[in-house]
């Protein structure tokens, strides 16, 4: 399987275009929200809740496939499988790799923002 | 509703997701194509929204927490009732199960994610023009339902205004039974029954071509001429002539309307009748002897009034002879195999009449056992008419409506016929017109027309055409008298009646004296057994007598002149 | 087709023939029927050897080409009845307006 990009230029590219001059504001509301689902994944794999796991997960591949964080979205959506299967056992995994590709795109998003977006 | 969705104006759009950053991109997006944005970030949200902003479209993410997009829809869907809100459903979920369920909770549509900008636009373009429609055929179908009640409403005023019209007159009177279609259906059949001032009565049964509205509007007019001219004195073939006319000027060329004619004169025991169009109507004499009356002429409303014939068969009828007349719903009554009832069904029910049994109720339990239903005959109408015994003098009200018209209290006034114009024309109702310009006469409109009746048949058959009336009283005779009666009116030569009339005031009242002088031979008025006698004593029914017995009745006096071809009668009445 | 026309050999006869019930449904196309027949004609036929049933609104629209065809000088005959069709006919007396035969 080949992995998907960081970022997709493109997608991010349109999203510009559309927001224009609320692009910024919708970053940074991306990374608040997105800052909280992983408190919030943590906090369901502690307590062993696959159900919560799962839909956080999922809405949180939502957001990020939209924002155009392609390979975000899909360790999102491992971690929605392992919750709806209830193999909450490799949800640990799953959620470290998600937090350093959040770190990634968090980073980059940034520098893009500072080239000029906003 | 033919513009493009996109021409068709900013439309409302509700749009329901928890990711605050997913929701922002698609608000913008929505915005950007011109649309009004609602945004909720949860299912009870989306619904408060909802009932609050009214959307024309719905973009619910699927999954949400606290009541998740599935209730939600749900819920939206109801409240949007009969309204067509499209909803669409926001989702990344793939199994066909998740879809499946998606359009369970009332969805309508999916948009996936990442949002693609040509897709939402199309998406929401295609679901306008889906909402639109279904705006506009409901909005169709509202206004026609309000139309079609307006319609029902404009239709039952209708009938209650042509039921005022069709089914009138005496026909609640003994000896009249009837069958007519109920309150529901506009046959186009009508019914109409007078006493005529002199006695006797005028049945007429009409059945205007089509259905509905059309057909019975035709039945104003005819309803006003008959009773007008009834209640004048017309006869039958004047009052046919005269509805005839009205048709053939009113109607439109494919309509007519199938009637019969009924004159019935119960003092002299005859019937005369006329069916133009109507099914055959039967005279039944007894439990086996009956006969056909059938339809020998055009319906009414074809026929100039110079080619128009109404021209009456006279028929002899006694007390107990019952007459039924009937529209052509009887004899398209069908049973549940589809078969008419027809002139077949109509004998039958004949053949199988219980002696004593009235022959309207033998047909109408012929027409129920045949049609196996008890509300049959929506379209039937059905006249019996029974003679009688001459029942008094005045069948009419004494009382017809005054008039606010003062009239004229002293006059004079001489009328005259010859010739042809005996046989053709009859001066009554015109004469009765005059006398009853008095308002003290008005009341007795009954007395005075049976008065002049007298008068001017004496005045033609006896004196004129010099007829002997005992040949009436057999029934060769009967046949002999009628056909006499045609040649000699047609030979009428030098012959004359003249009515001369003078009215003056009195202090009790008012005197009428009516002179009425014929070209005949005669009679011994001397000699008169009647005149001579103190008694009522007749042997046999001579109409010469009774006639006479009725001017001695109703006249303040009566004189004869000249061997009886004058007879001068003083009328008085008192206030 | 309920309703079909034709000419007669010489041409001058107008030959409408209706199929099943005559009644007010064949209203519009009786009409066309002889208002369309062309020009030159001199009478017409009606030609109800298959025509199951008639009724008032049948007859109005035989008065209807009546009036069409001159009224009074009209030359229309009625062909091939069937008993029942016959029947409704000899009720109202329209042959004394139209030739039945």
Request: with cysteine; hydrophobic share 40%.
């Amino acid at each position: 399987m080949v992995d998907k990009p960081h970022l997709d230029e493109e997608a991010l590219a349109e999203l510009q275009d559309v927001m224009e001059d609320e692009f910024e504001m919708l970053i940074r509301t991306y990374l608040n929200d997105s800052q909280e689902r992983i408190i919030s994944l943590k906090g369901a794999m502690m307590d062993g809740d696959s159900g919560a796991f799962a839909k956080t997960a999922h809405s949180f591949k939502g957001s990020s496939i939209n924002i155009g964080a392609p390979r975000l979205g899909e360790l999102c959506r491992e971690a929605e499988e392992a919750g709806k299967s209830d193999s909450l056992n490799e949800a640990p995994a799953v959620l470290e790799a998600i937090k350093s590709e959040f770190q990634r795109v968090t980073n980059a998003l940034n520098a893009l923002m500072a080239r000029g977006a906003g | 509703m033919d513009e493009p969705a996109a021409k068709s104006g900013p439309l409302n759009i509700l749009i329901a997701d928890d990711s605050d950053s997913d929701r922002l991109i698609l608000k913008t997006l929505l915005r950007r194509l011109g649309h009004h944005v609602l945004d909720a970030a949860n299912g009870h949200e989306a619904v408060a929204l909802f009932g609050s902003g009214k959307p024309d479209i719905v973009l619910l993410d699927a999954l949400m927490p606290a009541m998740d997009g599935m209730e939600a829809a749900r819920e939206i869907k109801r409240l949007a009732g009969e309204r067509l809100v499209p909803l669409i459903f926001i989702t990344s979920l793939s199994e066909a199960e998740d879809l499946a369920r998606c359009l369970e909770a009332g969805g309508d549509g999916f948009l996936s994610k990442p949002y693609n900008r040509v897709m939402i636009e199309a998406k929401i373009n295609a679901f306008n023009r889906m909402r639109l429609m279904h705006q506009a055929l409901s909005d169709q179908r509202d206004l026609m339902h309000e139309r079609n009640r307006q319609l029902l409403e404009e239709q039952h005023v209708a009938r209650r205004v042509f039921d005022n019209v069709a089914h009138t007159g005496c026909l609640d009177a003994p000896n009249i039974r009837y069958h007519a279609s109920p309150l529901s259906v506009f046959s186009g059949d009508v019914l109409f029954a007078s006493p005529r001032p002199a006695g006797g009565m005028l049945v007429f049964t009409g059945d205007f071509t089509g259905h509905g509205l059309p057909a019975a509007i035709g039945a104003m007019p005819v309803a006003e001429i008959f009773y007008g001219m009834a209640s004048k004195g017309f006869d039958g073939s004047d009052i046919l002539r005269e509805i005839n006319q009205k048709l053939v000027r009113i109607l439109p060329k494919d309509m007519f309307c199938c009637g019969a004619m009924v004159e019935a004169d119960f003092g002299q025991n005859q019937l005369k009748v006329w069916n133009g169009g109507l099914p055959d109507g039967w005279l039944v004499r007894s439990r086996t002897e009956r006969f056909s009356v059938p339809s020998r002429y055009l319906p009414l409303g074809i026929l100039n009034a110079d080619q128009f014939n109404a021209e009456m068969e006279t028929i002899r009828a006694l007390p107990g002879d019952r007459l039924l007349l009937m529209t052509d719903g009887v004899l398209e009554c069908s049973n549940e195999e589809g078969q008419l009832f027809g002139e077949k069904g109509v004998r039958l029910a004949f053949e199988n009449v219980a002696s004593g049994r009235h022959p309207f109720d033998t047909l109408l339990n012929g027409i129920q056992r045949f049609t196996g239903r008890q509300k049959f005959g929506d379209d039937l109408t059905l006249c019996c008419l029974e003679m009688v015994d001459q029942v008094g003098l005045t069948a009419l009200p004494d009382g017809a409506a005054p008039s606010t018209l003062a009239g004229p209290a002293e006059w004079r006034c001489v009328y005259e016929i010859r010739d042809r114009t005996l046989g053709e024309f009859s001066p009554l109702p015109l004469l009765l017109h005059i006398c009853m310009e008095v308002p003290g006469l008005r009341r007795k409109s009954g007395e005075i027309y049976t008065l002049l009746s007298e008068l001017y048949n004496n005045a033609l058959e006896h004196g004129v055409l010099e007829l002997p009336s005992e040949w009436k009283y057999t029934p060769e005779g009967f046949g002999r008298y009628y056909s006499e009666r045609a040649t000699r009116l047609g030979r009428v030569n030098g012959h004359y009646i003249k009515f001369s009339f003078h009215h003056e005031p009195m202090q009790w009242g008012g005197r009428l004296g009516v002179v009425c002088e014929d070209s005949g031979q005669g009679f011994d008025f001397h000699n008169h057994p009647v005149l001579q006698s103190t008694e009522m004593e007749q042997s046999g029914p001579r109409y010469a007598g009774r006639g006479l017995v009725l001017l001695k009745r109703l006249a303040e006096s009566i004189r004869f002149h000249e061997q009886g071809s004058r007879v001068e009668i003083v009328y008085d009445w008192y206030f | 087709m309920p309703i079909q026309t034709r000419r007669s050999h010489d041409g001058q006869t107008l030959i409408i023939k209706i199929e099943g019930r005559f009644d007010f449904s064949t209203h519009q196309a009786f009409r066309d029927a002889y208002e369309h027949g062309g020009k030159d004609i001199r009478g017409y036929v009606v030609d109800l050897s298959e025509a199951t049933y008639l009724d008032s609104s049948a007859l109005g629209m035989l008065l209807l080409l009546r009036d069409y065809g001159g009224g009074d000088n009209a030359i229309i005959a009625i062909e091939n009845c069937n008993n029942d069709v016959r029947k409704i006919l000899t009720i109202s007396n329209f042959e004394q307006l139209f030739t039945i035969r």
